[in-house]
């Protein structure tokens, strides 16, 4: 498994943006799909987006399409969420997770497929 630590949450205003990064350690970054959740006091953990191994391959929720943005760099062992035009229903701790995976798709959204996961990051977004 590899081990994963978000970063670039915070507090912002509606309509603006913010980006978040999740850097992994151990085994190898390359063979792993990445995704981000996230979830809402009082609500469960859902998929916001997800990339494939090369990057290739992308999936987003209907809530964040147009407006968030998930990109990876192999060589850093990165996954990025560039948020932009952000609502209050954005409001929610955001977690980055992996699983491993043979083909270079975003196979599931389902949270229980991924074997990885960060602490997660708070991101508030004010009215």
Do not use: H
């Amino acid at each position: 498994q590899v081990q994963l630590v978000e970063s670039g949450g915070g507090l912002v205003q509606a309509g603006g943006s913010l980006r978040l990064s999740c850097a992994a350690s151990g085994r190898t970054f390359r063979k792993y799909a990445l995704a981000w959740f996230r979830q809402a006091p009082g609500k469960e953990r859902e998929f916001v987006a997800g990339i494939s191994w090369s990057g290739g391959s992308t999936r987003y929720a209907d809530s964040v399409k147009g407006r968030f943005t998930i990109t990876r760099t192999n060589a850093k062992n990165t996954v990025y969420l560039q948020m932009n035009s952000l609502k209050p229903e954005d409001t929610a701790v955001y977690y980055c997770a992996a699983r491993q995976v043979i083909g270079d798709t975003v196979a599931t959204i389902l949270p229980d497929d991924f074997t990885s996961w960060g602490q997660g990051t708070q991101v508030t977004v004010s009215s």
